[in-house]
């Protein structure tokens, strides 16, 4: 059960080291445009790699040739530079390089192999393939694992996906620094109960992967629908607009009860008061419709309806 620890979580300064076939140290670049580095689980091929934009100049494009390292500073992963291309529009060199496990993609296994211990057949048969320079054997995981299934003959690279796949084993071409040396290991995260997911252990299962955006949809949603098969009920509006309008009845009433709390008219004020002097019950009076004129105006001769704004959705 080993640990490991992801160079892209950890704080620092960091660098890309050049190396070449030998992995002899060619250079170390200290900036760059833009970097893409994945560091995977157990997939590895059909996958993108890293990405690596550096300013264009003819120093950098001899220096960054196919088939040399990119290693960034603190990781165990180094890459292998698969293309290195000028875009002369944005002056920039686009560097595309894939995971150095990608090596057992060149190595084939012509047997047909059911019913064996997983760690150590796929390290025969890493060990058996023809010699790749500073490719040899990591730290035995001690994984009591078997594979039930059948493999068929292929690359070493689709042999050891399928397998570690079905079993949920990690495996990786590590890169020693100081040994100069590229380490084949098998290995099986030790994961923390107490943590849900952390992307340097790779603990996800059942999920499907993509790297385009062809299957994505373009999910919208508009105001004033409702999904199936609920059917949102009637609601008034007015020509134009998409507001709810009250009804007039709604609005007699409160006037009505607006009416029902004004003080008394100067006519009930006589009948109910002989007493009162005529001058004081014609100010009454006045005062009584000038109430009436402003809290209840004059009908107009015939109804008309006004729009009104629209409600923010």
Same mark, same amino acid.
Request: positive net charge.
């Given at each position: ?31 760059? &445009? ?7 689980? /157990? &997939?590895?091929?059909? #996958?993108?790699? =890293? ?19 990119? !290693? ?49 057949? $796929? ?8 010699? !790749? ?5 990591? &730290? ?5 694992? =078997? ?8 690359? $070493? ?5 399928? &397998? ?45 992967? %993509? ?14 629908? =409702?999904?199936?098969?609920? #059917? ?9 607009? /998409?507001?709810?309008? %009250? ?7 409160? =006037? ?58």
């Amino acid at each position: 059960m080993a640990e490991r620890t992801s160079t892209l979580t950890a704080g620092g300064h960091k660098s890309i080291c050049v190396y070449d076939g030998q992995l002899n140290l060619l250079a170390r670049l200290e900036s760059w &445009v833009s970097l893409v580095w994945p560091e995977r689980y /157990n &997939v590895y091929s059909g #996958v993108q790699g =890293a990405q690596l934009e550096l300013h264009a100049s003819t120093d950098l494009q001899a220096l960054c040739r196919p088939d040399r390292y990119l !290693w960034l500073t603190g990781s165990d992963r180094i890459m292998r530079i698969c293309s290195a291309q000028a875009d002369s529009s944005e002056h920039k060199l686009v560097i595309s390089a894939k995971d150095a496990a990608c090596i057992l993609d060149e190595r084939i296994s012509t047997q047909t192999l059911s019913g064996f211990a997983v760690e150590s057949t $796929l390290r025969s048969l890493v060990s058996g393939a023809a010699a !790749w320079p500073g490719l040899e054997l990591g &730290v035995l995981a001690d994984l009591a694992d =078997a594979y039930t299934g059948e493999v068929k003959p292929g690359s $070493l690279l689709s042999i050891a996906e399928q &397998v570690c796949q079905e079993l949920d084993i990690g495996f990786r071409v590590r890169f020693d620094q100081q040994a100069k040396k590229l380490l084949f290991e098998l290995y099986r995260p030790k994961l923390d109960p107490n943590a849900r997911y952390a992307p340097q252990y790779g603990n996800l299962t059942g999920l499907t992967y %993509t790297e385009s955006i062809t299957d994505y949809k373009n999910i919208v949603t508009v105001a004033g629908t =409702a999904p199936s098969p609920w #059917v949102p009920p009637a609601t008034p509006a007015l020509p134009g607009g /998409n507001c709810i309008w %009250t009804p007039p009845a709604k609005r007699r009433r409160t =006037a009505r009860r607006r009416r029902n709390i004004w003080p008394p008219c100067g006519r009930w004020a006589s009948r109910n008061s002989p007493s009162t002097p005529a001058s004081k019950t014609s100010a009454s009076r006045q005062r009584a419709a000038s109430r009436w004129a402003r809290w209840w105006p004059p009908a107009s001769p015939a109804p008309t309806s006004r729009q009104r704004p629209a409600l923010p959705v």
